[in-house]
Structure formats: C-alpha cells, structure tokens
C-alpha cells in the first residue's frame, strides 16, 4: 500500500475517534509539529486565562487537511494555520508572491467565510515559510546562498509528506528553479531533516523557516531569491458560531495578534526541540512575558 494511502486511512480513523468525544468546552487543535503545539497551547492558556472557561486541548491532529475537516466538522473550534498554506492546499486558489502578504490574507479570510463560516483572526507576527536548509560548509562553496545559485551542483532532497505533495512544496520549488536531484526526494519525519543533514544522508532538506534547530550556525537557508513560495502568516482560524457563543474569545485571540516575530517563533521551537522544556511551560512563559510587557498581570 502506497504511503499516501495509509496516510489518509490513518487520517480518516483519528477523525473518527475525534468525532466520538466532542466536549462542550472550548477545543483548541494543532497540527502534528512543534511550532503547531507550542501556538495551540499559547492559545488554550490565553482563553483560559481571558475567560475563565474550560479549554480542551486536541494537538498533533496529522496534516492540513485533517485539521482543517476537524475545525470545519466542528470537532475543534480553533487551530493555528498558515496563509500560503490555505491558499493552496485547502482553496486550491493559484499561489501567489510573498510580496502579495495582505492580499493573500484578505484573499484566504473573505473565502473560508463564505465557503466554510470559519473566522481568520489577524496575523501573530511571523511567516513560517518553507525554507530549503543545508549544511553551511556547503553553502559557502555557492556563488551566493540562494536557490538560484544551488543549480550549479546537483543535491539529495529531503522532505517531509506535505512538502511532496502540496502545489506550493516540491513542484512549485522545481518550476520556479530547476534544481538538480541526486536521486529521488528522502521522505521522512520533519525532525529527522537535520539529522539526516549532519549524517550526510541528504544535502538539502525542505525544512520550516521558524524551526528551533535553525539557529544553530551548522545550517544556512538557501534565500528564496525568485520568490517560489508565497506567504505563509500564522494565524489562528476559529470557528463562526464559537465565536458567536463565547463571549470574550475574539478579544482574547486579537491580543495574540503581532506578539510573534520569525525570531521569537524560533526561539520557542528551540526552547522544546533543543533545551527539552515542555510545551506548558514554554507557553507559560511567553504569556508572562507578554503580559508584563502590557503591564497587565
């Protein structure tokens, strides 16, 4: 059985499952990564902070699609989910540059109310973009260190399942530059990217621009120099009728709004991926931090 198959088999069982414990509460979601977990914590702690209520967490969901049919199924009422991403993968709307951010949000927003009557709050701050990382001894043997400049030699591709699949991933990438394939793309886990880099398994890995492990100096992202990926604003989406019904949740969602830059997104990744702090308490400290920043306790 192909992987794809199993993949939606296994997708198709877990929403299942999900559909047979729908809580009254507030139900938060998340993809099935670091970054997803850390921002659906950071939300179930804002709410529940903000409105006193009780918030069920329901993280590592799997992909795209299945996050999105959850919160559209009313299994969550609310995720993290990036523009570019909805844009592509969901609407299946032609992609667009990343200099077009605000149309794309306006764009993505005003369609996912019509089709779905699901809300997109205003963007957190950051843009988590894919981004093609390799070792840095190899990137300076480049011209420059952009996707340009790396057709001169050929690579051994690694890639998470999304990334092969998704118009905005490994097709987008191979129309826009043409780059030169040692073989066919390494599938695997997200977290194995840099370990399979440092293991010399693979010269380039289709990585996520906010990841922890990139503020290490042994990595060095190729610059997406023609502009092959379009925007990719974080956001949280929410449910129309949860929003209707708890009161104070829109509120408490817009005070996350531009708290989080591509620098402190990272951060917070490494704090779980690298140092090993749990997410709540990652979380936890953001929020505080946050707040006296405010000068509100």
């Keep these: 059985m192909r992987t794809g198959a199993v993949a939606a088999l296994l997708a198709a069982a877990l929403l299942v499952c999900i559909s047979c414990g729908r809580s009254s509460a507030i139900i938060v979601g998340s993809k099935n990564f670091t970054e997803q977990e850390v921002l659906g914590e950071i939300a179930a702690q804002q709410i529940e902070t903000r409105l006193h209520t009780h918030v069920e967490r329901r993280f590592f969901l799997g992909g795209t699609l299945l996050a ?33 951010s605000k149309a794309v949000y306006d764009k993505v927003a005003s369609l996912y109310k019509e089709r779905f009557h699901l809300i997109w709050m205003p963007p957190l701050g950051f843009d988590d973009t894919f981004a093609m990382a390799v070792r840095s001894e190899d ?39 043409h780059l030169r394939w040692n073989g066919l793309p390494k599938t695997m886990d997200l977290g194995l990217l840099y370990r399979a880099l440092n293991q010399r398994q693979i010269d380039m890995g289709a990585a996520n621009s906010t990841d922890g492990l990139l503020t290490s100096d042994r990595y060095t992202v190729l610059k997406d120099d023609r502009n092959a990926f379009p925007p990719y604003q974080a956001c949280f989406i929410v449910r129309e009728d949860v929003l209707q019904r708890a009161p104070g949740l829109r509120t408490a969602l817009d005070e996350l709004s531009g708290t989080l830059d591509e620098a402190t997104m990272r951060q917070l990744n490494r704090r779980v991926d690298i140092d090993h702090v749990p997410v709540v308490r990652v979380a936890a400290d953001f929020l505080t931090q946050l707040r006296r920043s405010r000068g509100k306790k």
């Design 68 to 100: 999105h049919l959850a919160l559209k199924d009313g299994q969550i009422d609310l995720y993290p989910e990036y523009t570019g991403t909805a844009l592509g993968s969901v609407l299946k709307e032609p992609l667009a540059p990343a200099s077009d």
């Design 139 to 177: 990137a300076k043997q480049l011209s420059s260190q952009s996707l340009s400049a790396a057709a001169a030699r050929s690579w051994r591709l690694g890639v998470g399942y999304e990334f092969l699949t998704r118009p905005d991933g490994l097709r987008r990438l191979n129309s826009t530059y």
